[in-house]
């Protein structure tokens, strides 16, 4: 097993939904996602890669993929993205589903809720 993962830029991201969109994949609100990170200051703060569909947030780099990252799926027969959340490879992750339309209120509550809130008050002083 891999241990870590170099990470993407936001615009290789982009590119690589934005291609799976045009192949007919309904990758559309993962895409709108990954431009909000993009275009808001915490992407700055973020660091990920995609894996098959999944997005993968981290913010170490390298990423260990099971250690401290949050593992994004867009379902397109729900409308719903899967957080799967790793702590660490040997802790059970925390799973939850969410409508497409949540997903940055969400993402922002496990923000605080996983401890990187330091991340959001970074964000703030960027402002």
């Not at 993407?8 to 609100?29: A, C, K, L, V």
């Not at 808001?40 to 973020?46: K, M």
């Amino acid at each position: 097993m891999k241990t870590s993962t170099n990470v993407h830029s936001w615009n290789e991201i982009i590119g690589f939904y934005t291609d799976r969109i045009h192949e007919g994949d309904d990758q559309m609100p993962m895409l709108e996602f990954v431009l909000y990170l993009k275009e808001n200051p915490i992407g700055e703060r973020l660091f990920a890669f995609t894996d098959s569909l999944r997005l993968i947030i981290s913010v170490h780099n390298p990423i260990e993929p099971f250690r401290d990252t949050l593992h994004l799926e867009f379902n397109q027969a729900t409308d719903a993205f899967l957080f799967t959340y790793y702590k660490q490879l040997d802790r059970k992750p925390f799973v939850a589903e969410y409508k497409a339309e949540s997903i940055v209120d969400k993402f922002m509550a496990l923000i605080q809720g996983v401890g990187w809130q330091w991340l959001q008050a970074a964000v703030r002083l960027l402002r």
